[in-house]
Structure formats: structure tokens, C-alpha cells
């Protein structure tokens, strides 16, 4: 038992230098939120262009200002400034990390150039980088578009004269200077370079300038056309990813409101009280929480699969987008079925377990507390969401699968992610922390003290500080589900409904990029 304990306290240890370093070296890392926004605008941008087919003009009107704005142009050219800021600060701050690192007068070893976190920076240096030159890029042509040719043509320059002449984005920059200030010098291959390195509305708005400055009036009318169908698309888009979420904020207020108010006419009677004092019979101690936890999810998920497929050679980055896909699902069952082995093994001797332990039951009411539970979470987490925004400014990191859900534009490799978040995570997870850890921690603290810290381990273990907060949050709501419903069905159904409207979300965001 002695060794057992020593074992355990190393390998705690260990994970909580990863864990530790993971969470600390997440302080200066940017998230996605920022980029999720700029896709949310580049939709709004493409569905500008609908001109209210089907609808009277008085409909039309308020469609587009319900849905887009006043002014979607200006709107968006305020939030891709704004970006760039941020974008500036992050490479700044990144520079800054890295030259500490690497003093310009220091002779660079190869210990230093393989060094992980070394590396970590010059890639976030590289991305804001790049970053930056797309942004440039489009606020020009939102500059023209507002009128503002002078500046546009300002922020066209000095993108071409910090780029290499011979790349994509200063050879774009000189296109894009040449069709708004002389338009009958056009570059032979404008067409193609605007085709190569800008997307959606900008793609359009760029090809348009080209057109009128070429008289190709068919081209011009084919180009309406295509932007029209694309318009109307974009605005169903729109409703999926603004309208129903929205929608599900006020259903979830309204069930909030009516479970406070049925709290104070039932008393202990109501469903907030159900079952809200009622631990489980743990047969377990601490000693078994704690090995579960550490064997068999953090030191087997963050240090034994990682080493283990660096040995072999594998690595997420290696992969074409399905390879990347697939790696990440067979990496989450892997670490799955490790934990739940070990989970096993360590309950074995305690078999059969006490009543209400791991207890699925495919009847009842289990759906309403799964979908319930789902709407209630939509307000809760934009209101923390919001805050946690205002505290980060747009730093503390994200899920790394975010930003490449967003950016895949295969079918097939997002439904292998789809499958990933939408099945496996919640099945696993919800075993794990709602089935296991949140019941083992009555036999210690009340419920509702299970419920927070299994609720804030959780939010830990996704390895980023500005998601701590919005998951500790959003478990907390799955922890109350599963209290009171007692069937892991419930938050299986809310963790998975969660996971699938955020994908889908994600997805359509991209693919509206094209």
C-alpha cells in the first residue's frame, strides 16, 4: 500500500507540472473567440448582398435589420480594426516572450531551438503574423467600400512594401492598389490572385472592381446572380447560428424564472429541491478518487498516449485534414478506455455497488432534464461568457479543435470530429466526472459542494485558463441535472446537445469563408 501511495504521489506530481505548465504557458495564448467573430462578420458581409426576393420591401427592410444590421459594412469595418489591435498587441507581446527567450546576442544552441515552449512562441509569432497581412488585406477593401479609397490604398501599400514582392498577399496588395487608383493598368492575372488569396464577400467585392474596370458585363451579371444565391443561403446560415440560439436564451430565462418562482411556492417540494440533500453511499475512499482521477485520466491522457505515439512517430499536425480527424477520435477513445479500465480496476473489490450508482434508465424523464437543462445553460453561459471576455481580452487560450473544426471545410473529416464531440466526449466525460467523481465527493462534502468541484476539475482539465470559468459553469449545470434527475442520460443528452449545436455552429461559420 506504501509503494502504491508513492507511485501515485509521483505520477501526481507529474501531472501537475504538465497540468500546471499547460494552464500557465495558455495566460499569453490567444483565443478563437476573436476569429469566430470575423466569421460571424465575413457572414453578415455576404449576406449584405440579398436583395428581399419573396418578401415585400417594408419585410425586406426589417429582415436585413433584424438579421444584419443598419450597416454591416461599417459594423464589420470596425470589428476587423478592432482585430487587428489585438492581433498587433499579441504579436508584440509574443515578440517580446520570444526575444527574452533568444537574445538577438546570444548564439542560438540547438537545445534552445528544440525547446517545446521556444517553439510554441514562434509559431504563435508566425500565426499573428499572418493573421495580420489577411486582415490588412480586407480592411482595404472595407475601406473602399465605405468610401475611404485614400486609406485604403494607404493600408494596400504598406502591406506590399513589408511583404516579400514575391509572395501572395504583396502581389495581391498590388492588384488590389492598381484596381481602385488605375484601373486600365490592371495586372493580367488580377483574376487569379484575387481567386487564390480572398474569399466570400471580399472575393466578390474585389472581382466586381475588376469587372467594371474591364466593361465584362456579363461577368458582371453572373457575379450578382452567384452573390444572390449565396446571399440567401448565408441568411439561413444566419438564423441557425444567431436566431435559434437566441431563441433558446429566452426559453432558457423563462425556465429559469419558473423553477425560482415554483422554488419559492413548493419549497422543498420543487424541482431545484429534488433530491438536492441526497448524497450516495460511497464504499470507496479518497485514495480510490484520486487514482482514478490521476492514473486514469490526467496521467494517461496528457503524458502516457502523447509519449507513446511520439515514439511511434504520430502526431496531430502530421495528418491531411480526414488523418487529423481520425487521429483525434482514435486518440479520445484511447484515452477513454484507459480511464475507463482503470476506473474498473479500481471499483472491482467494491462490487456490487451500492443502489444508484452509474445508473442509466432508458425511461422517464430524463430527455426533459437533458433539454431543460440544455436551455437553462444557453443564458447562464452567455452572461459568463460575456465577463470572462471582458477579463481576457481575447488572451488565455482555447481548445486547439475549435480553430480546426473552423477552418474544415471537408465533409467527411468534420463528421469524424462531429462523432468526437458529439458522442464520445459526452460518454465518456459524463462517466467520468458526473458518474464517478461527482457522487464520490458526497461521501465528504453536500451536494451541492460535489457539484463545484467536480465541476471546476473538469474546467481544468481542458487545459486552458479563459474556458476555467464558462466550463466550470456549464458542468455545474450538468452536475444539477444529474442530482436531480439520477440517470446519466440526462447531462449525457445536455453535454452532447452542447457539443453538436457548437460544432454545427463552428462549421457553418467556416464554410461560410468560401
Known amino acids: 500500500m506504501t509503494v502504491k501511495r508513492i507511485i501515485l504521489g509521483f505520477l501526481t506530481l507529474a501531472v501537475s507540472l504538465i497540468i500546471g505548465q499547460s494552464l500557465i504557458s495558455s495566460w499569453n495564448e490567444p483565443q478563437v473567440t476573436n476569429r469566430l467573430q470575423l466569421y460571424q462578420t465575413d457572414l453578415l458581409l455576404q449576406a449584405a448582398s440579398w436583395q428581399g426576393d419573396g418578401f415585400s420591401d417594408v419585410q425586406a427592410k426589417q429582415v436585413r435589420s433584424a438579421l444584419l444590421g443598419d450597416d454591416p459594412v461599417a459594423s464589420a469595418l470596425k470589428e476587423y480594426e478592432e482585430v487587428r489591435e489585438e492581433a498587433e498587441t499579441n504579436l ?24 517545446p515552449t521556444t517553439l510554441k512562441l514562434k509559431g504563435m509569432v508566425q500565426q499573428q503574423a499572418q493573421l495580420i497581412e489577411q486582415l490588412d488585406l480586407r480592411l482595404g477593401i472595407l475601406q473602399a467600400e465605405k468610401g475611404e479609397t485614400a486609406q485604403a490604398l494607404e493600408t494596400w501599400r504598406n502591406l506590399a512594401a513589408s511583404q516579400d514582392k514575391a509572395g501572395e498577399i504583396a502581389q495581391t496588395a498590388r492588384v488590389l492598389t492598381g484596381l481602385w487608383e488605375s484601373p486600365s493598368t490592371v495586372d493580367p492575372e488580377a483574376s487569379m490572385r484575387i481567386q487564390q488569396t480572398l474569399t466570400g464577400w471580399f472575393r466578390y467585392r474585389a472581382l466586381n472592381q475588376l469587372y467594371q474596370s474591364q466593361q465584362r458585363d456579363e461577368d458582371l451579371t453572373a457575379l450578382a446572380v452567384k452573390e444572390q444565391g449565396i446571399a440567401e443561403k448565408t441568411l439561413l446560415k444566419l438564423v441557425f447560428i444567431g436566431f435559434l440560439p437566441t431563441l433558446g436564451c429566452v426559453l432558457g430565462i423563462g425556465l429559469i424564472g419558473f423553477l425560482v418562482i415554483q422554488r419559492f411556492v413548493r419549497g422543498q417540494k420543487s424541482l431545484l429541491m429534488q433530491n438536492a440533500e441526497t448524497g450516495w453511499d460511497t464504499p470507496w475512499t479518497g485514495e480510490i478518487i484520486w487514482q482514478v482521477l490521476v492514473v486514469g485520466f490526467f496521467f494517461i491522457g496528457q503524458i502516457f498516449l502523447p509519449l507513446l505515439l511520439g515514439a511511434l512517430g504520430v502526431g496531430f499536425s502530421t495528418f491531411s485534414s480526414r488523418g487529423r480527424a481520425l487521429y483525434a477520435l482514435l486518440y479520445y477513445v484511447l484515452m477513454a478506455s484507459g480511464g475507463i479500465l482503470v476506473l474498473y480496476w479500481s471499483i472491482r473489490l467494491f462490487r456490487p455497488l451500492p443502489s444508484g450508482w452509474f445508473r442509466f434508465k432508458f425511461w422517464g424523464d430524463w430527455p426533459w432534464w ?7 445553460a444557453l443564458p447562464l453561459m452567455l452572461g459568463i461568457s460575456f465577463l470572462n471576455q471582458q477579463f481576457w481580452q481575447g488572451q488565455g487560450g482555447s481548445n486547439p479543435l475549435l480553430q480546426t473544426v473552423l477552418e474544415e471545410h471537408d465533409t467527411i473529416a468534420f463528421t469524424i470530429f462531429f462523432l468526437t464531440a458529439a458522442i464520445a466526449a459526452p460518454l465518456f466525460e459524463e462517466v467520468l466526472f458526473r458518474g464517478f467523481l461527482l457522487p464520490s465527493l458526497t461521501r465528504y462534502i453536500p451536494v451541492w459542494g460535489a457539484i463545484a468541484a467536480s465541476s471546476f476539475i473538469f474546467a481544468a482539465a481542458h487545459l486552458s485558463l479563459s474556458e476555467v470559468l464558462p466550463l466550470t459553469a456549464l458542468g455545474s449545470v450538468l452536475g444539477f441535472v444529474y442530482t436531480r434527475s439520477r440517470n446519466l442520460l440526462a447531462p449525457m443528452l445536455l453535454h452532447s446537445a452542447w457539443n453538436s449545436v457548437t460544432m454545427m455552429g463552428l462549421f457553418l461559420l467556416g464554410s461560410g469563408s468560401n
Request: charged letters at 25%; proline letters at 6%.
Open 370 to 376: 437533458g433539454l431543460g437543462g440544455y436551455l437553462a
Open 92 to 115: 508584440t507581446r509574443s515578440q517580446e516572450q520570444l526575444t527574452q527567450r533568444l537574445p538577438e546576442t546570444a548564439p542560438v544552441s540547438n537545445r534552445i531551438e528544440t525547446d
